[in-house]
C-alpha cells in the first residue's frame, strides 16, 4: 500500500501500527509526535492505531530553535 | 540558589537567561554554551524528522531534561492555526504544556502577526497550555495578551537574530510598568549591554539565541550574557539615580584650600 509520510510517498507491503511504521523507520517514539490523517495520535495508542493505504503521516521532533 | 527567582506559571526558574538552541556550530558547542549560561529553560523548534539523513543526533541528547526546562516554540508558522498545530504538537512530544507562542506576519522583519497571535493565544490557554507569546514591543498588545491568558509577555528588543539590541527602551519599561505576569525582552539582543539594558529597564528576563550561537566564542558570550543579566538586575532592584540635564559635584564644596599667590612670589620668597 502507499502511504505518505513527512510528504514523502511510502510502500508498504501491508497495514500496520503507528509504532511498528517508527520501528521500521528507526525512530525513537519517545522522542517524536506523531500526526495521522492530521489528528495527533497519543503516544499510548500508537501500538493500536492501524495505518491504511492513503494514509497521511506527520512525525515531528525537536530541533533547534530560537 | 538564587533570592531573587524568576516564577513563570507557578514554575520557579534560577536563571534570568532563557538561551535558544539553533545556529550553534555544533551541539556540544550549544551544551558548553548552555552551562555557561546557566540557563535553565531553553526553547526548541518542532520540525519534521528528516527521514533521508537519520545520522544526526537527537538535539535532546546534548540538554539534560532534569536540569533544563524545554519551551517548545512555533517558529516558522504564519497562520493560527498552523501555530496551534504546532503547539499541539510539541506538547505530544510529551515533556510539558508550554509553548513560546509566535505567528510571524512578515518574512524579512519576522515581526508578529499580533491579531493571529491574540487568536492563538485565546485558544491555546483554553486548552490548558501555558502559552509565552513572542510579540512586538507594544503595550497594546501587552496588555491584551495578559488578558487573553498569558503567562509572561515577551516583547521583543528588535527583530529576530538582528544583534540591534533594545530598540525602543521607553515601551518596554511601559510594558513592565503595567504587566502583572512577567515580561520578557525576547529577540534583537546582540551584546552583553543589550541585556544588562533590558534588565535595568525592568525586564523579568531575557530571551536570546543568535547573540550567543554566532558569536565568534559563543561560549564565551553565554558567560558576558549571564553576568549582563545579572548585573542588569541588581542595578535595576538597587534603584539607580535620576538622570539630571547638568552636573551636580561628587566632593564636598566646603574645606577648599583658598586661591593660590602666583607661582613666581612663592619661588622669589624662598629664594
Known amino acids: ?66 | 540558589m538564587t533570592s531573587d527567582p524568576l516564577v513563570i506559571a507557578g514554575r520557579t526558574f534560577q536563571s534570568r537567561l532563557i538561551v535558544g538552541t539553533g545556529k550553534y556550530p555544533s551541539h556540544p558547542v550549544m551544551a558548553d554554551a548552555h552551562r555557561a549560561a546557566g540557563a535553565d529553560m531553553v526553547t526548541v523548534a518542532v520540525r519534521r524528522v528528516n527521514l533521508h539523513d537519520r545520522s544526526a543526533e537527537s538535539l535532546l541528547h546534548y540538554i539534560d531534561p532534569d536540569r533544563i526546562f524545554i519551551l517548545p516554540n512555533t517558529a516558522g508558522c504564519y497562520t493560527a492555526d498552523e501555530a496551534i498545530r504546532a503547539a499541539r504538537l510539541g506538547r505530544e512530544v510529551g515533556l510539558s504544556n508550554w509553548v513560546k507562542l509566535e505567528v510571524i506576519g512578515d518574512e524579512r522583519t519576522l515581526y508578529p502577526d499580533n491579531v493571529a497571535l491574540l487568536e492563538a493565544t485565546r485558544v491555546l490557554v483554553a486548552e490548558g497550555f501555558v502559552v509565552l507569546p513572542y510579540t512586538n514591543d507594544d503595550p497594546v498588545i501587552c496588555r491584551k495578551l495578559e488578558e487573553a491568558g498569558a503567562a509572561a509577555v515577551m516583547p521583543l528588543g528588535a527583530p529576530i537574530g538582528s544583534g540591534l539590541g533594545i530598540q525602543n527602551q521607553n515601551n518596554i519599561r511601559i510594558i513592565r510598568e503595567q504587566a502583572r505576569v512577567p515580561v520578557i525582552v525576547d529577540a534583537g539582543v546582540g551584546t552583553a549591554s543589550d541585556a544588562a539594558i533590558a534588565m535595568e529597564l525592568g525586564a523579568d528576563a531575557v530571551l536570546m539565541n543568535t547573540a550567543i550561537a554566532l558569536a565568534q566564542d559563543p561560549v564565551a558570550m553565554a558567560t558576558a550574557m549571564r553576568l549582563a543579566v545579572e548585573a542588569g538586575r541588581l542595578a535595576y532592584r538597587a534603584g539607580r539615580i535620576a538622570r539630571r540635564a547638568y552636573a551636580s559635584a561628587s566632593s564636598p564644596a566646603e574645606g577648599l584650600l583658598s586661591p593660590a599667590a602666583p607661582l613666581d612670589t612663592v619661588v622669589r620668597a624662598g629664594s
Open chain 1, 1 to 66: 500500500m502507499k502511504i505518505r509520510v513527512n510528504g514523502d510517498p511510502v510502500e508498504l507491503p501491508a497495514e500496520l501500527s503507528i509504532l511498528q511504521l517508527l520501528e521500521r523507520l528507526h525512530i525513537d517514539p519517545r522522542l517524536v509526535a506523531v500526526e495521522h490523517n492530521l489528528s495527533i495520535i497519543k503516544r499510548a495508542r500508537y501500538d493500536s492505531t492501524l495505518i491504511g493505504d492513503g494514509d497521511q503521516i506527520e512525525i515531528v521532533n525537536f530541533v533547534g530553535g530560537g
